[in-house]
């Protein structure tokens, strides 16, 4: 047990996806895991592990924002040895061509500030997703003929943001969508050699207005979850 996981050891698997809300890991687990057994309830941020296609998967809420998700990633890393973790959640398009229900496979995640700054310093680090999942993430979005844009996204520290000049320069520089976790999660991947992917499902558009109404979103998900474990055992 950690301060904020109480699984036991063993009861967290290699393979961790990370969704931001809790009970989206509750949803993704019980209509993908075969014996999804819950594993974490502290704090409510629920966490499951189960089996897909024979393979052990547990499935752990990050809570909203890059401190949550530096947390909860840190404890599964260094606690529970976590080797892959995989970022399924939400984001706000940027871009024209980027429409709601559309994949974004994040390549690069731009932020302002996270909670690895500090460790960073001066330098303008780059997080990077792991080159073995996008591969395997993108060709099982092929396979599923779902409308997939991969590329640069923003990591930002704010929900509501009053910065469009920031907006604007980042859709002028080609970022594709908006969230909250994925910079730090790269990050820290980087810094402890484990594998490391965001995959999101846009729920929103910045330009347009456009939004999935609530009881849309999960139904839309369905396609984000399949992908990431698709990618995450195509070279186990």
Not at 4 to 21: F, Q, R, S, Y
Request: with cysteine.
């Amino acid at each position: 047990m950690t301060i904020h996981i109480g699984a036991n050891p063993g009861d967290i698997a290699e393979t961790v996806l990370m969704p931001g809300d809790p009970y989206r890991a509750k949803w993704a687990a019980l209509n993908f895991l075969k014996d999804a057994t819950l594993v974490n309830e502290v704090r409510g941020m629920l966490g499951y592990t189960g089996m897909w296609n024979g393979n052990r998967v547990t499935i752990q809420g990050s809570g909203m924002g890059m401190p949550s998700l530096s947390i909860y990633a840190n404890e599964l890393i260094t606690q529970y040895n976590a080797q892959t973790l995989i970022r399924i959640g939400s984001c706000g398009g940027m871009q024209p061509q980027v429409g709601i229900r559309d994949i974004i496979i994040a390549m690069t995640a731009s932020t302002i500030t996270s909670p690895s700054s500090g460790v960073l310093r001066e330098i303008n680090f780059a997080p990077a997703a792991d080159w073995s999942l996008l591969r395997a993430a993108v060709a099982a979005a092929e396979a599923k003929g779902a409308t997939t844009h991969i590329g640069g996204i923003y990591s930002s520290d704010v929900f509501y943001s009053e910065r469009p000049d920031l907006d604007e320069q980042l859709t002028r520089h080609g970022i594709l969508g908006v969230e909250m976790e994925a910079a730090e999660l790269y990050t820290l991947a980087a810094r402890h050699k484990r594998r490391a992917l965001a995959i999101l499902t846009v729920s929103d558009h910045l330009q347009t207005g456009e939004a999935l109404p609530a009881e849309d979103r999960e139904r839309s998900f369905g396609d984000m979850v399949e992908i990431a474990l698709h990618a995450a055992f195509t070279n186990s």
